[in-house]
Antibody
Framework: VQLVQSGAEMKKPGESLKISCKGSGYSFASYWIGWVRQMPGKGLEWMGIIYPGDSDIRYNPSFQGQVTISADKSISTAYLQWSSLKASDTAMYYC????????????WGQGTMVTVSS | EIVMTQSPATLSVSPGERATLSCRASQSVTDNLAWYQQKPGQAPRLLIYDASTRATGIPARFSGSGSGTEFTLTISSLQSEDFAVYYCQQYDNWPPYTFGQGTKLEIK
């Protein structure tokens, strides 16, 4: 069971971006996958989550409207996207899946570092 | 939103000694509480879920306790590889499933 994320990105303010998280070794459609932000030197922030089976999505109100979460169960991949990046979006982004019978994140991706700078 | 507060922010302990980390919720989360370990440059790793159940492959020196609003992670005899940052997370009420701000466990 693993989640493999796309590689590091360097972008300019105002640019768009979509990062990915591919699951393998388990029934991708049957487990919620969430996104977690970690700004440099800071703690973990729960951004939102998607159930790939029916694309049910829940956002942290703090991130609602700032990012879009989606998934394509046919290729076992979840996405996190921005339409207009800001310097304050500079952070490491992790995807992670829920466990069986509990909603803690039992499997994490390796993280995608997003750097936004002019 | 449920606020999770961890204490202390930094804990200095010698190898071989016991470490006790605390996590408090702003309202009851029953036993829907997880603990994670994060080492520099690595993704977090699940240690404990449902407040007291060790995740797969986690050594027995890690134990969790508590329910409602007060929780504890205990590491019975610290090994060198245990020095890291530890986070609690509630998954009782969403969105969001909130994390604590972390406790850094450092070598004394």
């Amino acid at each position: 069971v693993q989640l493999v994320q796309s590689g590091a990105e360097m972008k300019k303010p105002g640019e768009s971006l979509k990062i990915s998280c591919k699951g393998s070794g388990y029934s991708f459609a049957s487990y919620w996958i969430g996104w977690v932000r970690q700004m440099p030197g800071k703690g973990l922030e729960w951004m939102g989550i998607i159930y790939p089976g029916d694309s049910d999505i829940r956002y942290n109100p703090s991130f609602q409207g700032q990012v879009t979460i989606s998934a394509d169960k046919s290729i076992s991949t979840a996405y996190l996207q921005w339409s207009s990046l800001k310097a304050s979006d500079t952070a490491m982004y992790y995807c992670a899946k829920h466990g069986t019978g509990y909603d803690a994140f039992n499997i994490w991706g390796q993280g995608t570092m997003v750097t936004v700078s002019s | 939103e449920i606020v999770m507060t961890q204490s202390p922010a930094t804990l200095s302990v010698s190898p071989g000694e016991r470490a006790t980390l605390s996590c408090r919720a702003s309202q009851s989360v029953t036993d829907n509480l997880a603990w994670y370990q994060q080492k520099p440059g690595q993704a977090p790793r699940l240690l404990i879920y449902d407040a007291s159940t060790r995740a797969t492959g986690i050594p027995a020196r890690f134990s969790g306790s508590g329910s409602g609003t007060e929780f504890t992670l205990t590491i019975s005899s610290l090994q060198s590889e245990d020095f890291a940052v530890y986070y609690c997370q509630q998954y009782d009420n969403w969105p969001p499933y909130t994390f604590g701000q972390g406790t850094k466990l450092e070598i004394k």
